[in-house]
């Protein structure tokens, strides 16, 4: 490490002034933090984990031949035939080139942390649309969510989640949320003036002005925050394999320790499917 | 019986209305509040009652107040003083539950831009107010089915927004407040964004269905024209006070302000256009050796009332009345010479506007037209007068 930089941080004067502690203040607040709540986090960690490998399990336990069928009939009746093709023949590569198992990891720890980015993003989403205050102070967290180097935050998830698959989804979720609750917001503030009159002057209670106005119409933008988030799901489980997420993360991961260019790109291109299938039908879902 | 009272009601945007309250009542102008202030007066002291059934027409440039005052009735804004009565109950001070309760049941609004839900059918769009009701799906549908068939788009109601053109997306608008069977109907502005042409079919569908179904209308329009068709009573709005209000008449014969006056200032195209300029070919004459019976069937297949007579060159004679004629079949009279009335007020062509207004007002049956040998060149019905000078405005370029 660079040394000059490695006494700059750790001093405590910058050029004869006090300098401000944040890298120590964060230290400590994560020293606190796992001191108090490690059990709890730990048990939500371990609800989790079963979770996610159960559906790992269960998606590496169907046979391939019927998941590739399953989605390609899923493109053909979401999107259209062209990515029914596309789907069916990249599947059927990836289990020709030996990557299924890695792939259905990764393709569950991807459906779990958007399943859960939904659940949490959507009412996120609808709460600042709603509530000035909430949008004041969610706004700024999640400029900080989306800017902040993914690595920084990789780390200490450790502590608090274990290795593996847990703390993966759990930092990919802090990645991937953003944009879902930013679309939903934008979605529900951007309904027309005069359907809101519309919905109020007719006599809608709070619930039924969400339901059958203001969702309905957000819809499509909401649905664009949902294939985002499952584009930066997929690229943060890839980085998430630096905590033992494996999944083709993992694949990525060896072939760069071992220098296995052959092997990394084989990686490369399975996740580069997966992401185009995965696009594809989410963004076709929004248009329809 | 008055339906909708409102007594001195006003709106004031801003976030202290009480000092602009206090100013307004020392008599202070809106601008002279603003400017003190910072508070916009929307609407100021307004009061005026609508009988039941009464179609009120409130018109007035952008940024009248119209817009505030209509939403001022259902509370989509919420004014800052007065009262709105409606059948007595000040909604204004009933429960969020109530209000609730009268937007559903007494009010429905039908908006300028239509206000349309995109992603549901037509049938879907007309039930919404009974949707929202909890009203089961069977008996919602139902009565959306009625309301659709009152505006005619039957074939249509399964149809989607976007595949309906702008006058029939408005009858859904129509139907949709129809659905919901409301004693008020509250129209903000319903036809402005149609094209002319369709704007007056949907006028006349309207005062036909108004013909069947006696609601209480307020309609808010910026179109003197519509106001004149369309209102029993009109009231003219400027900078939040209702300016002038009476029957069509009193406002077109004798305006009350300036600003009145430059409102009918377009209308006042009656000093430069003269009779022929706006009269329509005499649609059905007779001739005076025709009976009564055909005098009779002609009325009657052409929906009116009396018919001008004429001989063989078009000097004009007289005119006939259906009743007149119903009468003489009835005595079984075989000509019409014994029916044919003479005194009637006739134009000659290059008459103005201006001076035949009181005629047309006060005459049954239309004006005739004739030139100096007595020929008849056209007739002067009050709609083709009204189309006629709103030509005539938009010609001028406004």
């Known amino acids: 490490m660079n040394l000059e930089l490695f006494f700059s941080i750790t001093s405590y004067f910058t050029d004869g002034i006090p300098r401000i502690p944040l890298g120590r203040w964060t230290d400590q607040t994560i020293d606190f933090l796992q001191a108090n709540f490690r059990e709890s986090t730990q048990a939500i960690s371990e609800i989790l984990e079963i979770i996610i490998k159960g559906l790992q399990e269960g998606l590496i336990s169907v046979p391939p031949l019927l998941v590739i069928l399953i989605v390609a009939l899923i493109a053909w009746k979401l999107a259209n035939r062209k990515i029914a093709v596309f789907s069916l023949l990249g599947l059927l590569f990836i289990w020709n080139i030996g990557l299924w198992v890695v792939t259905m990891q990764t393709l569950a720890m991807v459906l779990a942390a958007v399943l859960m980015c939904i659940l949490l993003g959507v009412p996120l989403g609808i709460l600042i649309a709603k509530n000035e205050t909430a949008y004041r102070i969610i706004a700024p967290i999640l400029d900080f969510m989306q800017t902040l180097p993914a690595f920084v935050y990789l780390l200490p998830a450790i502590p608090f989640f274990g290795l593996g698959v847990v703390p993966a989804v759990i930092t990919t979720l802090i990645f991937a949320m953003p944009p879902i609750i930013r679309l939903t917001y934008l979605g529900l503030t951007q309904v027309p003036e005069e359907l809101l009159e519309l919905g109020k002057s007719f006599g809608s209670t709070f619930f039924q002005m969400l339901i059958k106005i203001e969702l309905p119409l957000a819809r499509s933008t909401i649905m664009a925050g949902i294939n985002q988030c499952i584009m930066l799901s997929l690229s943060m489980v890839v980085i998430a394999a630096m905590i033992g997420a494996k999944g083709l993360g993992g694949v990525v991961w060896t072939a760069i320790q071992t220098l296995n260019m052959g092997m990394g790109f084989e990686a490369g291109v399975a996740i580069v499917i997966l992401a185009i299938i995965l696009d594809r039908i989410t963004s076709s879902l929004g248009k329809s | 019986m008055a339906k909708l009272i409102i007594n001195n009601l006003t709106k004031i945007y801003g976030n202290s209305p009480e000092k602009a309250l206090e100013l307004m009542d020392k008599g202070y102008t809106n601008s002279e509040i603003r400017q003190e202030t910072k508070q916009v007066v929307g609407v100021?002291?307004?009061?005026?009652?609508?009988?039941?059934?009464?179609?009120?027409?409130?018109?007035?440039?952008?940024?009248?107040?119209?817009?505030?005052?209509?939403?001022?009735?259902?509370?989509?804004?919420?004014?800052?003083?007065?009262?709105?009565?409606?059948?007595?109950?000040?909604?204004?001070?009933?429960?969020?539950?109530?209000?609730?309760?009268?937007?559903?049941?007494?009010?429905?609004?039908?908006?300028?831009?239509?206000?349309?839900?995109?992603?549901?059918?037509?049938?879907?769009?007309?039930?919404?107010?009974?949707?929202?009701?909890?009203?089961?799906?069977?008996?919602?549908?139902?009565?959306?089915?009625?309301?659709?068939?009152?505006?005619?788009?039957?074939?249509?109601?399964?149809?989607?927004?976007?595949?309906?053109?702008?006058?029939?997306?408005?009858?859904?608008?129509?139907?949709?407040?129809?659905?919901?069977?409301?004693?008020?109907?509250?129209?903000?502005?319903?036809?402005?964004?149609?094209?002319?042409?369709?704007?007056?079919?949907?006028?006349?569908?309207?005062?036909?269905?108004?013909?069947?179904?006696?609601?209480?209308?307020?309609?808010?329009?910026?179109?003197?024209?519509?106001?004149?068709?369309?209102?029993?009573?009109?009231?003219?709005?400027?900078?939040?006070?209702?300016?002038?209000?009476?029957?069509?008449?009193?406002?077109?014969?004798?305006?009350?302000?300036?600003?009145?006056?430059?409102?009918?200032?377009?209308?006042?195209?009656?000093?430069?256009?003269?009779?022929?300029?706006?009269?329509?070919?005499?649609?059905?004459?007779?001739?005076?050796?025709?009976?009564?019976?055909?005098?009779?069937?002609?009325?009657?297949?052409?929906?009116?009332?009396?018919?001008?007579?004429?001989?063989?060159?078009?000097?004009?004679?007289?005119?006939?009345?259906?009743?007149?004629?119903?009468?003489?079949?009835?005595?079984?009279?075989?000509?019409?010479?014994?029916?044919?009335?003479?005194?009637?007020?006739?134009?000659?062509?290059?008459?103005?506007?201006?001076?035949?207004?009181?005629?047309?007002?006060?005459?049954?049956?239309?004006?005739?037209?004739?030139?100096?040998?007595?020929?008849?060149?056209?007739?002067?019905?009050?709609?083709?007068?009204?189309?006629?000078?709103?030509?005539?405005?938009?010609?001028?370029?406004?």
């Not at chain 2, 609004?109 to 039930?127: S, Y």
């Not at chain 2, 035949?356 to 008849?376: D, F, G, H, S």
Request: hydrophobic content about 45%; proline content about 4%.
């Open chain 2, 44 to 398: 100021r002291e307004v009061s005026f009652s609508v009988n039941e059934g009464e179609s009120f027409v409130i018109m007035g440039l952008s940024g009248s107040g119209k817009s505030t005052l209509i939403r001022c009735i259902n509370l989509l804004i919420k004014p800052t003083r007065g009262e709105i009565l409606i059948d007595n109950e000040d909604v204004t001070r009933v429960s969020s539950d109530r209000l609730m309760q009268l937007r559903r049941k007494k009010m429905s609004m039908i908006f300028q831009k239509f206000a349309l839900l995109p992603n549901r059918r037509i049938l879907d769009n007309v039930a919404y107010g009974l949707e929202v009701q909890n009203m089961s799906r069977i008996v919602r549908y139902e009565k959306a089915r009625e309301a659709i068939s009152m505006v005619g788009l039957q074939e249509w109601e399964d149809a989607y927004p976007h595949n309906l053109s702008g006058g029939m997306q408005q009858r859904v608008g129509i139907a949709r407040a129809l659905a919901n069977d409301p004693d008020i109907l509250l129209m903000d502005e319903p036809f402005s964004a149609l094209d002319p042409l369709i704007r007056q079919d949907m006028q006349d569908d309207l005062l036909a269905l108004q013909e069947k179904l006696h609601k209480t209308i307020i309609f808010i329009t910026h179109d003197l024209d519509e106001a004149l068709k369309i209102g029993d009573n009109i009231a003219l709005m400027k900078d939040g006070v209702i300016v002038q209000s009476g029957v069509p008449e009193d406002i077109l014969l004798s305006p009350a302000s300036d600003y009145v006056a430059r409102f009918v200032e377009n209308i006042n195209w009656t000093k430069a256009l003269t009779a022929s300029a706006v009269m329509v070919k005499p649609r059905v004459v007779i001739y005076p050796k025709d009976g009564p019976m055909t005098a009779l069937r002609i009325m009657e297949k052409h929906g009116i009332s009396s018919l001008f007579v004429v001989d063989r060159s078009t000097h004009l004679i007289g005119y006939v009345t259906a009743e007149d004629a119903y009468n003489a079949v009835e005595n079984g009279i075989k000509h019409l010479d014994g029916i044919i009335q003479k005194d009637m007020p006739v134009s000659a062509p290059d008459i103005v506007l201006s001076d035949l207004l009181e005629v047309l007002a006060n005459t049954k049956i239309p004006l005739a037209v004739v030139n100096e040998a007595n020929e008849l060149k056209g007739v002067l019905v009050r709609g083709s007068v009204i189309a006629g000078l709103a030509g005539a405005r938009r010609e001028a370029g406004e």
